[in-house]
């Protein structure tokens, strides 16, 4: 592709930058398609739970009315108040935006689309969570609220120290793939589920079912802990809508909040992701491919994207569904369930699972 | 120019730029914030040179670790915003003096030397060598360090403990 631009474009510069933006335009439309699916099946979760229909107008059952709302958003005034601190006050949602986006190109898709194939992968997936604290810590500051202020630290506080079991855990998933790279990870877990990392691995042998009850106990608490990390019910906290209006996001109107919004979404698939391709086989189909079976090659990398975006979708309807069940934590049982129970919890396991891959 | 030199530019310029506004700033969390730029423009150049790992360490540590707790402090220290923050020219003409011959002897140091340059080879991963030589090569350095860690952490938290009682 890149030499066909450099005949368009006649140089070799523009055309290399050109291919650099291109390739990140299949991720972004991802996203916002996500999104827009997302918002409508979190209203039509909510709904069902509650004995409701949800939205039913625009199109069918409704699918059509995240459309119709994010037209509506772009069209709103976007109101900057006088007290704010205007620079930062516009940085910050492209700030939490953009880090949220750059994790996106460490996932591996399919085995043939990768955005970044780079060898940190997870590991910078977590610095830039880290990040986007930042970006909150700016957005609650700029608006001079001290309600925004009040939820942009909580949701730093909440953050960092949720870090701390993800960090963990992950750094036993790196131990037991013995890589960083999220495809590499994907491909020690191909072929039929029993290799996946919540069934042990593809290794065979007494370790395999030795690991599988730690990997399990792994999969709880990164699945808690990252669910934390998103701000998500019954860890939502920094927007408890009872006590805080909004949390950091209460002055951002229009296509500002919109940006929150988008990355808060991301992140819901962002974690379902991640748990699935620790521990639930990545774009791995469960009892082989339909292509190799009828020898069709193009229809494999299809599947693959169908059951990594099938698998990541579970993981989004189950915290959907956490959500509209379970009541917000109190502070002091947030901070409780991070450092007294799954802090210890993810060291013993790190310790068990080391022990078991040295034997 | 290649592609690499011009993102090499536009990370140094950004760390340049953002470091220069970090000492220049009125407001000390704006300073902050020009920080996580600055932090931010060093990453990228780490990664320019090869050092993927280091980059990355770069922005766990700095923009995840120390600038939120910089801002942590900054923001929940009450009338910091109020603080005068001294700035303006003092001793002009010692100050010129001092860094034009700083500069000069740099700049004369990079044109003498005759630096021995080989092809760049950029490395294609750099965590599992790194790993392999922690746990070699370094293994008393990261052991000491880690001890130093640890004694860092029982401190922190026993000096937090008293300050309840």
Known sequence: MQNYLTEIFGNELVAEITVYVLNTIPVLAFIVLFVLFAVWLERKVSAHMQDRLGPMRVGWHGVLQTVADFLKLVQKEDIVADANDKAL?????????????????????????????????????????????????????????????????????????????????????????GTMNLGDVTEAQTSYFWNWGIFGGAGLGLGKFLLVPFMFVAFIILF?????????????????????????????????????????????????????????????????????????????????????????????????????????????????????????YAFFNLLIVGLILLI | MSIYDLIFYLFAAITVLSALMVVSSDNIVRSAFYLLATFFGVSGLYVLLGADFVAVTQIMVYIGGILILLLFGVMLTSNITNVEIKKGMKNVIPAIVGIGIFLAATISMMTNTNWKTQPGEIPQTTSFELGKLLITDYVLVFELLGILLLIALIGAASMARKEQE
């Open chain 1, 89 to 177: 006050f516009n940085i910050a949602p492209f700030l939490v935006f953009v880090a949220t986006l750059a994790t996106y190109t460490m996932l591996p898709f399919t085995s043939i689309f990768v955005g970044s194939n780079a060898d940190v992968g997870i590991f910078l997936v977590l610095a830039l969570s880290g990040a986007v604290v930042a970006g909150i810590l700016m957005a609650g500051w700029a608006s001079n609220n001290k309600y925004s202020l009040y939820g942009s630290l909580r949701a730093a506080a909440q953050i960092v120290s949720y870090e701390i079991p993800t960090a963990l855990v992950v750094l036993t998933m790196i131990m037991v793939y």
């Open chain 1, 224 to 344: 808690i802990s990252t669910l934390a990390e998103s701000n998500r019910t019954p860890f939502d906290l920094p927007e408890s809508e009872s006590e805080l209006v909004a949390g950091f996001n209460t002055e951002y109107s229009g296509i500002k909040f919109s940006m929150f919004f988008l990355a808060e979404f991301a992140n819901m698939f962002l974690i379902g992701s991640i748990l699935v391709i620790f521990f639930f086989g990545g774009y791995n189909s469960p009892f082989g491919y339909f292509g190799n079976l009828i020898g069709v090659d193009w229809l494999i990398p299809i599947e693959q994207l169908f059951w990594f975006i099938g698998k990541g979708m579970f993981f989004v309807f189950i915290s959907m569904w956490l959500r509209w069940t379970l009541p917000r934590v109190r502070v002091d049982q947030l901070m409780t369930i991070c450092w007294k129970y799954l802090i210890p």
